[in-house]
């Protein structure tokens, strides 16, 4: 139940003066349907009005406000043309410039020969200085009695800077005075206001200087939002510690056949990432685990060891993969790598039809088969378990949270562990993973070279097609990137398929291949398979090449237009070569100028092949606006709280949600009341119906 004072700000914003279904259309399409989502609109700019200056003293490419003479109207001569309004002041001329305008309005609004403000982004076309489409036109009197700085918000077509700034001003008549959630100590260390002046605040910027996110009112906001979020996320975190799993005994001969048969020494991280998942499936508790680590740090071998302790213990294992390709190659890996153990282990994917499809079912259902590989066919209605004990989902971020629940449904509680390839910085760990327990696998294979990597201009191409006939001639592999699939007009960026007729005129028909996301999943598999094998030299592909293509053999990677790419993709496809004891090389090919973030982007790349230092990285240089480029991956979306700003913040709201749910995990008393209220006021809801539920 949501706390009544919370009950004006759920209300619909057809509820704000001046807002009718069709304006609630709009504000809806930048905000959200409720008067809480307007409030949490924060404004993305100011307009400061204060400054007077004279025509001819008035900076180009600013909002200026002038004081000046309508002299003269002169309507478009014809279509298309802009309306003018002349007007002058003891310094000098200036137009404001109107299109579509309607002259008996524009009369009523500057008559001539009267003196009228204005207020708007100056121009200047050749030599005359114009304004287009003034935001402001006020008489003197008029313009003494309005706001010298006005916030700026987001806007849609049909929706004005006046009307949202109106559903604002209501909005925040609705604003109850709400329990303080934020103890004195912590408020007071950091000099931030209560919630409601905070709130009032954000919507009266005293200027520019007001939109700095470490202003005590809108730190205090995005620590709420943050600290509402890692509070949710906590009482998960308790709540699924609390419930009975099954504890997952073995006497471990699997486990050690495994790893007495393993053609190369674990590292320390792998070993210590395997004992705390052991540790974990041994336990009552029910394992929620988060398995991530740098490119080529074997995760998949700490997943065949997670498997083996489950065969061992007498249940099976699931393990979904996002693509088909990735799905069967993992089965391949861990048939290799669990066979000497007796472990059986099989694919299932959407491919698999008919009567080979209803053999794999029957055999799960039998409890035949110890470990499956699959993609979302694992979760389809029909698919049984004889007995579903681990579930881990690799490249986690390609799943949604329905996802991960359907699969994990088809077994009683099993333990979850789920992986990913990208190393994830601490501060965006703990915004989204923050119900989870972290292994870290921050160790490479001993005797494991580093591709030299280097940054070759687009000039060059051709020195570097040369460079890969002789690669080949050697009897290397190469991948060859783009970033597009087929040429198209609206970019300059090459295309894989006009990339691969080239290379073909170049090397020769029979020894490049092609493959991109928009093939099927068996040619894909064919093409990945192939290539693989070692029928062919050279594959030119989109990232679709990211996850899940491995050919251990190959050493060249180029990637064309590297400086379009995001960092953490870059490094993982960097990671596709350099997996065997061969030297391997790594081109970026790069069509200059370079800006400044581009270039420091590729400079780390040739620095470094530290994947958790190459996130850092990434995440200080791309911001918060798509961390690590995951767009896909279900990363919060916050609205107060800039997770680049704030970054902070995330460890405090974090420390501060764990020591609450230990010291009060039933959020009682007058304190836990206010939480439950943070917890409703910005849609948390599930971390009170774990409370009511247990």
Request: with cysteine; glycine share 8%; net charge neutral.
């Amino acid at each position: 139940m949501r706390p009544e004072i919370l009950f004006p700000l759920f209300q619909d914003v057809t509820k704000l003066p001046g807002i009718g279904p069709r304006l609630a259309t709009l504000v809806e399409k930048v905000c959200g349907g409720r008067i809480r989502d307007v409030l949490f609109t924060p404004p993305t700019g100011v307009v400061d009005r204060s400054r007077r200056v004279a025509i001819a003293d008035s900076p180009t490419g600013e909002i200026v406000t002038l004081t000046a003479i309508v002299e003269t109207h002169i309507p478009a001569q014809r279509q298309g043309q802009p309306y003018k309004v002349r007007m002058r002041d003891q310094t000098g001329f200036l137009h404001l410039i109107f299109f579509h305008a309607r002259r008996d309005y524009l009369s009523k609004l500057l008559p001539e020969g009267e003196t009228r403000v204005v207020s708007g982004k100056l121009e200047r076309f050749g030599s005359e200085i114009q304004i287009v489409h003034p935001d402001l036109i006020a008489s003197e009197d008029e313009a003494a009695d309005m706001a010298l700085i006005e916030p700026v918000y987001p806007l849609t077509a049909g929706l004005t800077a006046k009307v949202m700034r109106r559903a604002i001003a209501g909005a925040l008549t609705f604003l109850p005075d709400l329990p303080e959630w934020i103890p004195g100590d912590l408020r007071g260390s950091h000099g931030w206001p209560a919630f409601k002046p905070a709130m009032k605040a954000l919507h009266a910027p005293e200027g520019a200087v007001s939109l700095d996110p470490d202003r005590p009112e809108r730190a205090r906001l995005a620590f709420d939002e943050i600290f509402a979020r890692q509070l949710a996320l906590q009482i998960v975190r308790a709540r699924r510690r609390a419930q009975p799993g099954r504890a997952l005994a073995s006497n471990g001969d699997r486990v050690d056949t495994v790893l007495a048969a393993a053609p190369f020494k674990p590292t320390g991280a792998q070993l210590r990432a395997f004992e705390e998942i052991r540790a974990d499936m041994r336990s009552q508790a029910r394992m929620t685990r988060l398995l991530h680590g740098d490119v080529g740090a074997g995760k998949t071998f700490v997943a065949a060891l997670a498997a083996a302790h489950a065969a061992d213990a007498g249940v099976q294992t699931a393990i979904m993969a996002p693509t088909e390709i990735l799905a069967r190659q993992h089965a391949k890996t861990l048939t290799e790598t669990l066979e000497p153990a007796g472990i059986s282990v099989t694919a299932l994917t959407g491919r698999d039809k008919g009567k080979s499809r209803a053999a794999i079912l029957e055999r799960m259902a039998r409890g035949e088969v110890d470990v499956v590989c699959g993609t979302h066919a694992l979760f389809q209605d029909g698919i049984e378990f004889a007995d579903l004990g681990l579930v881990v989902i690799d490249e986690q971020h390609r799943f949604g949270v329905s996802d991960r629940m359907r699969l994990t449904s088809k077994g009683h509680r099993p333990d979850t562990l789920v992986m990913t390839a990208t190393p994830i910085p601490r501060t965006l760990s703990l915004s989204v993973y923050g119900d989870l327990d972290v292994s870290r696998l921050d160790e490479k294979p001993a005797g494991r070279i580093p591709p030299d990597t280097r940054l070759v201009s687009m000039d060059r191409l051709d020195e570097v097609v040369e460079g890969v006939r002789r690669a080949i001639g050697r009897g290397d592999r190469v991948y060859w990137v783009c970033p597009l699939v087929e040429e198209s007009e609206m970019s300059e960026l090459s295309a894989a398929e006009d990339r691969w007729r080239h290379l073909r005129a170049a090397l020769g028909d029979q020894r490049v291949g092609l493959l991109h996301g928009r093939m099927k999943p068996a040619e894909k598999e064919d093409i990945a398979t192939r290539f693989r094998a070692g029928e062919m030299d050279v594959l030119v592909a989109t990232t679709v090449i990211e996850v899940g293509v491995d050919a251990p053999d190959a050493t060249v990677m180029i990637i064309e237009h590297a400086e379009r790419f995001g960092l953490a993709q870059l490094h993982q496809l960097r990671g596709r070569v350099g997996r065997g004891d061969k030297p391997s090389s790594c081109l970026l090919l790069y069509k200059g100028p370079l800006g400044d973030t581009a270039r420091a982007r590729l400079e780390m790349m040739r620095e470094t092949d530290d994947g958790f230092q190459i996130a850092e990285e990434d995440w200080r240089l791309r911001g918060a606006g798509d961390p690590l480029g995951l767009r896909q991956s279900g990363l919060p979306q916050f609205r107060l709280a800039d997770l680049e700003a704030h970054s902070a913040l995330i460890e405090l709201a974090n420390d501060h949600a764990r020591l609450i749910v230990h010291q009060d995990p039933e959020l009682k008393g007058e304190l836990g009341e206010a939480l439950r209220t943070l917890l409703y006021l910005f849609d948390h809801d599930q971390g009170v119906r774990f409370l009511r539920s247990g």
